[in-house]
T-cell receptor, first 113, second 113 residues
Framework: DTGVSQDPRHKITKRGQNVTFRCDPI?????LYWYRQTLGQGPEFLTY????????KSRLLSDRFSAERPKGSFSTLEIQRTEQGDSAMYLC???????????FGSGTRLTVV | AQSVTQPDIHITVSEGASLELRCNYS??????LFWYVQSPGQGLQLLLK??????LVQGIKGFEAEFKRSQSSFNLRKPSVHWSDAAEYFC???????????FGAGTRLTVKP
């Protein structure tokens, strides 16, 4: 068990560019979650998948954001036409179905300049 | 929807002193409750969780938490704090279907030598 992996760890991009982040969950976990965390705040829920199905999306997830989990394994989160307000830590987590806590990755820190 | 309040933004304790971090939740049914710890630039690590049964739960690193339904609280405690405990602590509440965990804004712990 290698834990939840996120790539890249850091991303600096110019406003208006597109970025894509990757998350590799723990292999036995069928659920995958994306959260966003800004400085001084707790993580905010963005979306989650059960296997390959995206079952819930937060209102925080604007049309510029899209997430996929094509084969029920790794997931990608894409942000199109980035804005400075998108600067944050993007956290991925995974879990099994049921009363379990989530296992988080180390996050991808996005800076939009 | 569930929500979490952590009343203390920042707490400073001396090494060796006891610690209590407060957490109050709002949820219509029996909640699933969690405490996570986050070191700077890192993801979140699960300290402990409560689903049912004994209201005093033990976690890793010598932490414990007590669920008090009458007070809607789930406070985290440690009898003797170590310098390595300095970090950000997040309380979270989840629904039984485990699809949307909500976090508090966090409490930053500073440990004085």
């Amino acid at each position: 068990d290698t834990g939840v992996s996120q790539d890249p760890r850091h991303k600096i991009t110019k406003r208006g560019q597109n970025v894509t982040f990757r998350c590799d969950p723990i292999s036995e976990h069928n659920r995958l979650y994306w959260y966003r965390q800004t400085l001084g705040q707790g993580p905010e829920f963005l979306t989650y998948f059960q296997n390959e199905a995206q079952l819930e999306k937060s209102r925080l997830l604007s049309d510029r954001f899209s997430a996929e989990r094509p084969k029920g394994s790794f997931s990608t989160l894409e942000i199109q036409r980035t804005e400075q307000g998108d600067s944050a830590m993007y956290l991925c987590a995974s879990s099994q179905t049921g009363p379990y806590g989530y296992t988080f990755g180390s996050g991808t820190r996005l800076t939009v300049v | 929807a569930q929500s979490v309040t952590q009343p203390d933004i920042h707490i400073t304790v001396s090494e060796g002193a006891s610690l209590e971090l407060r957490c109050n939740y709002s949820y219509g049914a029996t909640p699933y409750l969690f405490w996570y710890v986050q070191s700077p630039g890192q993801g979140l690590q699960l300290l402990l969780k409560y689903f049912s049964g004994d209201t005093l739960v033990q976690g890793i690193k010598g932490f414990e938490a007590e669920f008090k339904r009458s007070q809607s609280s789930f406070n985290l405690r440690k009898p003797s704090v170590h310098w390595s405990d300095a970090a950000e602590y997040f309380c979270a509440v989840g629904a039984p279907n485990n699809n949307d965990m909500r976090f508090g804004a966090g409490t930053r712990l500073t440990v004085k030598p």
